[in-house]
Structure formats: structure tokens, C-alpha cells
């Protein structure tokens, strides 16, 4: 099992650069860059953490983490993403390289051609899910199409085991995402070397308790 430190050591060192590249070449505003990633990466371990606490399910992290942190590594521009299977071969080179067997390099990458229609596990729901929110860093929350978005919606892969009050959670957890995309995009938050981005996102959540509520009940194992 990948620790969240040992991640952390792969994100700076292996992923974000390759955010970097992007934003030197054709991503100078960061749409697809490393604050991006970083968020997405920070939501799909709120999500994780809520089916792993409530509903006493397991969720394999390190799929969930290298898939989205390789889903746009071969980008070469903003706009309809027409490098997903180049992504998917360069996640699942990096999985071969590092030693991790062909079977589950396999299922691991190709997580990344997921669409909507294709999302049959929890895994594959999360990793869509924190790409579908990200896109709220391009509309007003009131255009955002909440009905892209499995989390905790009657078409989520664990609906029969949700909560009562899963409504609130989903609409709470949809509007901090929200404002925490807001929060980091703003140019007040800060440029961070590589190895401070996780932190210094996860800071943010945690020194506005009252505004991130439900962010920081599911990061607070990251704190």
C-alpha cells in the first residue's frame, strides 16, 4: 500500500513536472497545470475518504492517484483532450517501470479512457468525479451541470448504501469544491515549487475550517 508521504515524494519529483512543462509551452493561464492537478488530486482524496469512513468500503489509493496524476500528462493543448490514449500508455510505461504487474498497470491506465458510461467500479467513479469537478474552475457554480457528477447522486456506484442526509453532503462538498478551485486559482494564493503544492493546498483547506467544512472532515487523516 502507497503512503500518502510516499506519494507526496512522487507527485513533486515524477508528476508535477510534467504540469510545469505544460504551463511553459501551451498552458501559460495553468487550466491543465499544476494547480489543477493538484486539486483534483486533493478531492479525490476527500471522496475516497468519505466511502471509506461511512461506508467501511476500501478504495485502492494508488490507482486513484496515478491515474489522475497521469490523465493529462501528455497534453498538448487546452480545450477537447485529444491526447487521452497517449496519457493512458504514458501512466501505464510509468506503472511497468516502476515494477507494478501488467494486469493491474493495465487496469490502472486505462481508467484514464473512462467516459461517463464507462464507470463500472468505485475506483473508476472517483477518478472521473475529480475530473468533472475541476471543471468548475470555468463557470459560475450555478452553470456547473451537477448531473456530470456521480458523488453521492442517485447514479453514484453505491447508492444503495448512502447515507440519509447524503443530499446535504453532496451539495456542501459540490460547493466547497467550488470555492476551494476559486481559492487556489486566484493569483493572491501563490506560485509553489513542486514539493510544496500538496501542502500548501491541504493548508488552505485547513485554515478555513469554517469555510471548508466538509473538506476538512474528510482530509483531516492528511493534516
Not at 510516499?6 to 510534467?18: N, R, S
Not at 511497468?96 to 494486469?103: F, L, N, V, Y
Not at 503544492?197 to 472532515?217: E, G, I, P, S
Amino acid at each position: 500500500m502507497q503512503s500518502w508521504n510516499d506519494f507526496k515524494e512522487v507527485f513533486a519529483d515524477t508528476v508535477l513536472p510534467i504540469y510545469e512543462r505544460h504551463e511553459l509551452t501551451f498552458d501559460f493561464v495553468g487550466i491543465h497545470g499544476r494547480k489543477y492537478l493538484t486539486r483534483s488530486i486533493i478531492l479525490a482524496e476527500a471522496m475516497s475518504q468519505f466511502y471509506r469512513s461511512n461506508l467501511k468500503v476500501e478504495v485502492d489509493d494508488f490507482a486513484v492517484r496515478m491515474a489522475i496524476s497521469f490523465h493529462d500528462s501528455e497534453r498538448e493543448g487546452n480545450g477537447p483532450d485529444m491526447w487521452e490514449r497517449e496519457s493512458r500508455n504514458n501512466c501505464y510505461q510509468y506503472l511497468m517501470d516502476q515494477g507494478i504487474e501488467k494486469q493491474e498497470s493495465e487496469i490502472i491506465a486505462n481508467y484514464i479512457l473512462d467516459k461517463k458510461s464507462d464507470v463500472v467500479d468505485l475506483v473508476g467513479q472517483i477518478i472521473y468525479d475529480a475530473d468533472v469537478l475541476e471543471i468548475l474552475r470555468l463557470y459560475d457554480l450555478s452553470a456547473f451541470r451537477e448531473s456530470e457528477f456521480l458523488f453521492l447522486s442517485s447514479d453514484d456506484i453505491l447508492y444503495d448504501q448512502l447515507l440519509e442526509d447524503a443530499a446535504f453532503i453532496r451539495d456542501d462538498f459540490i460547493r466547497e469544491a467550488f470555492l476551494f478551485i476559486r481559492d487556489v486559482d486566484d493569483d493572491g494564493f501563490g506560485f509553489y515549487v513542486n514539493d510544496e503544492y500538496l501542502d500548501a493546498c491541504l493548508k488552505h483547506v485547513f485554515a478555513y475550517r469554517d469555510t471548508f467544512v466538509t473538506l476538512n472532515q474528510y482530509l483531516k487523516h492528511l493534516e
